[in-house]
């Protein structure tokens, strides 16, 4: 669904601190760039009226700011910078809202000026690899018949509210802009129980090895899983004010009636800030078991080496003794003294090692 246009502006910046100097309002890309274009993709509905279309041009979307209907612009990939400038223009878009579309370290927010409102939050993913987590910037500038989406990456992330549209026999397509913003903060919040899941899955793995052979290797995971939970969690606590404040707000845009559907989302957000914090405690005490874990293996291995040093401090002593280079000493003359002494050496190692059974030592 959508056309990708090649990007004409290519100037990007990976981090924050390049743009330092640049005046505010200044329009430049921030962040990995993960597309060399955009997509950009135009969803007309009313109870009566759908259309499903690729946009070629900015100027295509004015034709739908007086319809009456609600028209979803999705807009997927951000190195384009004229794209973002041109939709600033023809919505009247402050340039602040604009730089913070193109920056992708932006802190989840909520933002209500006078004819639209701004959120931006994090859409989390879990790799292909050992729990780690793709993400991804999502910013929606919401007006009362208007919808626009900023994605940094093309793919099918809203297909399921796509899906929902094209098959609503009016209940979806009867709501405002506000419903559609729900649909869309519904969709991205619930990604992240699948990285709720897989970290499920991780800790799972890491207990189990914990309890069987813990290995340095177990620490380093032990580790990795607590910092991307630091990670998660710097993206997860703002969403909940972002949607604290949204509820707050007394935006005309955000009809009374959808609330009860925001704090749904909210809802969400609590239970995954939980989970994460269950999560983050169970890592601490598995840290705490695998130190266990090791003093004890520690221990182990000190006390069989304790046990044959103890065995041998007496057979030491002996074969010191007559290792003494001392002219009259009886025993050395005698015929039997070298297999007496085994036997002795024998006896002593044999008693110890019952001594040390009998106490429990082994």
């Known amino acids: ?11 990007s910046l990976i981090n924050l601190a390049d743009k330092s100097g640049k005046p505010p309002g200044y329009l430049v890309h921030v962040g990995e760039v993960h597309e060399s274009g955009s997509r950009i993709s135009l969803l007309d509905y009313s109870k009566e009226i759908l259309e499903e279309r690729e946009i070629q041009s900015i100027e295509e979307i004015a034709q739908y700011k007086d319809t009456g209907t609600i028209t979803w612009v999705i807009v997927e990939g951000l190195s384009n910078v004229e794209i973002i400038e041109s939709i600033g223009k023809l919505f009247d878009v402050h340039p602040l809202v604009l730089e913070d579309i193109l ?3 932006q802190r989840p927010k909520f933002e209500d000026y006078d004819n639209y409102i701004y959120i931006v939050l994090k859409s989390l993913l879990p790799a292909d690899e050992y729990f780690t987590i793709n993400y991804e910037q999502i910013s929606i500038l919401v007006f009362k018949n208007f919808v626009f989406t900023f994605k940094e990456k093309i793919d099918d992330a809203f ?6 549209i094209l098959s609503s026999k009016g209940r979806f397509r009867g709501f405002g802009s506000d419903y559609l913003t729900y649909a869309i903060l519904d969709i991205v919040v619930d990604r992240a129980f699948l990285v709720i899941d897989s970290l499920a899955e991780t800790v799972d ?6 309890l069987s052979k813990p290995a340095a290797d177990t620490l380093k995971s032990i580790q990795s899983v607590k910092r991307e939970i630091i990670y998660i ?12 404040a949204l509820l707050r707000s007394e935006s005309d845009i955000i009809q009374q009636s959808t609330h009860l ?5 909210l809802d969400h957000l609590l239970r995954i800030s939980e989970s994460l914090d269950s999560y983050r405690d169970i890592l601490s005490n598995l840290l705490d078991i695998y130190n266990s874990s090791i003093s004890n293996k520690m221990n182990e291995v000190m006390k069989v080496l304790t046990v044959f040093a103890s065995i041998f401090i007496p057979l030491t002593f002996i074969a010191a003794v007559y290792g003494m280079n001392f002219e009259y000493m009886p025993e050395l003359k005698w015929r039997w003294g070298y297999p007496a002494l085994w036997v002795v050496f024998i006896v002593i190692m044999s008693l110890s090692l ?6 429990k030592w082994l």
């Open 261 to 265: 559907y925001y704090r749904d989302v």
């Open 1 to 11: 669904m959508g056309k990708t246009t090649e990007t004409t502006m290519t100037d």
């Open 233 to 244: 969690r710097r993206f997860i606590s703002p969403s909940r004010e972002m949607l604290a």
């Open 103 to 105: 920056n992708t370290h």
């Open 159 to 164: 297909l399921p509210v796509i899906k929902r």
């Open 354 to 359: 019952v001594y040390f059974k009998r106490k």
């Open 205 to 210: 793995l890491l207990e189990e090895e914990i």
